[in-house]
């Protein structure tokens, strides 16, 4: 590890220089983009149908306004699951390529670590950011003349989708820092939430209906981390679509029962990603790289 120059302790944080050098490395290769090309599909298609759907129901009822940003949500939604895919690349590169030993000989462990996170928060937020536009392009032409959505409500669905993808991008190099082999952290990844978390979050309610489990079990499926995104992301579209019932439209959306708000939902992604890289941390210190 480096050793800053006051006191001959160990560097923490990553100097501009460490910085500059993990965001060349991102750049340099072709995974991003690659990853970019489905993000982009998605969101395209997803807000399509969004926006057509919002123009078919525009005439009946007020609310149908909610259902582009709606649509918007559930597109960032799956765009942070490339994010975190992309963070496990970007972490787990090196220690394919034997090239780890050599950084953190330069750089020091955590602050590569951090630097690392940092790159790939910003290539989270541009998943989000493509997603953003694409889809409101995608959505606003399929809705046409409908009603619009309020401005407002676009831009904080948006905002929301920003940091909930940069947070899973900090989780996925988390997850690759710990694991280090590509392969399985990246289908581990997948796994987990796309079926996992479903399966977990299914066990957690059931029962609630007919008394066998308290309410209290069923509302830790809400506090699950992908399952947090999502809240976060579909609370205020859902408030949109359906009044005070939003949090029943919210525990359909997401899988959950008893949803926090979304800043609340947001707070517990953002405690999870920052005791994944507390893990990544300590094991990373503690692994063997000669």
């Not at 939604?77 to 690349?89: D, N, P, R, Y």
């Not at 900090?170 to 710990?178: E, F, I, K, N, P």
């Not at 359906?242 to 949803?259: C, D, H, K, Q, W």
């Amino acid at each position: 590890m480096t050793v800053s120059e006051r006191g001959g302790r160990p560097a923490v944080l990553p100097t501009p220089g460490l910085l500059r050098s993990e965001a060349l490395k991102t750049l340099s290769v072709r995974s991003w983009w690659a990853l970019a090309l489905p993000v982009a599909a998605l969101a395209l298609s997803v807000n399509v149908f969004g926006g057509l759907f919002g123009a078919a129901v525009g005439g009946l009822r007020d609310e149908a306004a909610g259902i582009l940003p709606a649509s918007l949500a559930y597109s960032l939604s799956l765009a942070s699951v490339f994010a975190a895919v992309h963070g496990v690349v970007v972490a787990t590169a090196e220690f394919r390529h034997r090239t780890v030993s050599g950084t953190y000989l330069v750089g020091g462990r955590v602050p590569v670590l951090l630097a690392k996170s940092a790159v790939a928060a910003g290539t989270g937020a541009v998943y989000a950011l493509l997603t953003a536009v694409l889809g409101l392009l995608a959505g606003l032409l399929g809705q046409g003349a409908a009603r619009l959505p309020s401005v407002g409500v676009l831009l904080a669905v948006v905002g929301i989708g920003i940091a909930v993808c940069a947070l899973w991008s900090v989780l996925g190099v988390a997850l690759g820092t710990t694991v280090v082999n590509q392969a399985g952290a990246v289908v581990g990844l997948l796994v987990y939430v796309l079926l996992l978390e479903n399966l977990l979050s299914l066990v957690l309610r059931s029962g609630t209906e007919d008394g066998r489990a308290p309410a209290a079990v069923a509302r830790l499926s809400s506090f699950l981390p992908a399952n947090a995104g999502d809240i976060a992301l579909f609370d205020l579209p859902a408030r949109q679509l359906g009044g005070r019932f939003g949090p029943s439209i919210v525990e359909s959306l997401a899988g959950v029962a008893g949803p926090p708000p979304g800043w609340g939902a947001l707070l517990v992604l953002l405690v999870w990603t920052a005791a994944g890289l507390a893990l990544a941390g300590v094991v990373g210190e503690r692994r063997d790289i000669t």
